[in-house]
């Protein structure tokens, strides 16, 4: 069984080596990626069967998918912005904390 303690040694021994630190975020950025981009992908799916039915067509989840397939290059773009705009905004926020701890205003 995984404890905190575990975790906090595994912590201590990646901050001991700079190189392990950037590979670790490398593969933090990946794994975002990837679920944004998964995310977003089966939404186009989902706005594809939305419109067809608000166009009185019967939806099915096989157009949604080749909907969502003719614009991947459109959806690995925007899942590389929004994942790089995510985690600024996240170490933006990260960066801003108080000394005392709070969040700034």
């Known amino acids: ?7 906090g040694r595994a912590w201590q ?3 001991e080596n700079e190189s392990a630190q950037i ?3 490398v593969a933090c950025f990946a794994g975002i990626y ?4 998964v995310a977003v992908f089966f939404n186009v799916a989902l706005i594809r069967c939305a419109l067809a039915c608000h166009a009185g067509e ?3 989840v ?8 003719t614009c ?4 690995l773009g925007w899942a590389l912005v929004a994942t790089t705009v995510g985690v600024a905004l996240m170490r ?13 205003a």
């Open 92 to 104: 933006s926020k990260a960066c801003s904390r108080t000394s005392s701890g709070s969040w700034a």
């Open 72 to 75: 991947l290059p459109q959806i």
């Open 34 to 37: 990837v679920l944004t981009a």
């Open 62 to 69: 096989r157009a949604g998918l080749a909907a969502a397939m």
């Open 58 to 60: 019967e939806p099915s």
């Open 23 to 25: 590979w670790f975020y």
């Open 1 to 7: 069984m995984l404890h905190i303690s575990d975790a």
């Open 13 to 15: 021994k990646l901050g």
